[in-house]
């Protein structure tokens, strides 16, 4: 398919010939990450990583906001830990799976943020090659007040971006972190005018086809080989860190109060 749009409850896909734009589409949730939602972009990111046509993919969410993060009010989460440990790993690991799948991608991958990106919204802009942010927009890693680990690799992914001190402002500080600071940080690549981050996706994506693209496949593997190699190994055990987490008494009160907003 060169061209057309195909549309699913939580996804819109857009092809435009050697290009594609995959929007999440769950405003009522703000674009929150529910696990059939992880499930459907990993899906997503393994089917266009299969097509040879496409050189670049550029992810997006609404005006409003790229996404609020993982969906804590989806049940699917915390019934999990009522299941026998492998159903509960399994669960546990769809954040995981879902990251490392964009991050694999062939194409390159841009994601293009308004609004806001928070965690696993963020975690999963973390993913994609590129961040592109409108100068309204902010960042937020609000996991460990809310009683559970940084996970799906992105600890590993934004120490490889950021260093160490600034990894650990924003999760153990949980700060929120606006466009034009994150930059500086590393952590944004492009900062545009409010409602112009798409665009700038799309004028960086005809950039990147304007290279021979066997090339740039080449490279990007080589890039991301050096870069996150051993920060996959130190990320096994997100899954786990999870279940473990998510079952104490500070956990759940955390979630608790989370609940009642």
């Not at 991608?105 to 973390?126: S, V």
């Not at 100068?135 to 120490?159: C, F, H, K, Q």
């Not at 924003?170 to 900062?191: N, Q």
């Amino acid at each position: 398919m060169n061209e057309g749009r195909m549309m699913t409850d939580t996804l819109v896909i857009e092809r435009r010939g050697r290009l594609a734009i995959v929007r999440m589409n769950r405003p009522e949730r703000r674009n929150a990450l529910s696990v059939d939602a992880m499930l459907r972009l990993t899906q997503c990111a393994n089917e266009l990583a299969m097509d040879k046509a496409l050189d670049v993919v550029v992810l997006t969410g609404s005006i409003q906001c790229f996404s609020a993060g993982a969906d804590l009010k989806d049940s699917a989460w915390w019934e999990a830990l009522s299941k026998p440990l492998m159903e509960a790993r399994d669960i546990a690991g769809a954040g995981y799976r879902m990251a490392r799948a964009w991050e694999e991608m062939p194409q390159m991958t841009i994601a293009a943020i308004e609004g806001y990106a928070i965690g696993g919204g963020i975690a999963l802009a973390l993913a994609c090659d590129w961040r592109v942010a409108a100068d309204n927009s902010y960042i937020s890693l609000p996991e460990i007040g809310l009683g559970i680990p940084l996970t799906w690799g992105t600890l590993a992914r934004l120490v490889a971006l950021a260093g160490p001190a600034t990894a650990k402002r924003l999760t153990i500080l949980c700060e929120r972190i606006e466009a034009t600071e994150a930059k500086s940080m590393g952590i944004l690549d492009y900062v545009v005018p409010q409602g112009q981050a798409l665009d700038k996706a799309l004028a960086i994506a005809a950039q990147v086809q304007d290279k021979p693209q066997a090339v740039v496949r080449m490279s990007k593997e080589t890039i991301n080989a050096t870069a996150f190699t051993l920060a996959h190994l130190a990320s096994h055990a997100a899954a786990d860190q999870f279940t473990l987490a998510a079952k104490s008494d500070e956990s759940r009160a955390a979630r608790a109060r989370f609940s009642k907003k």
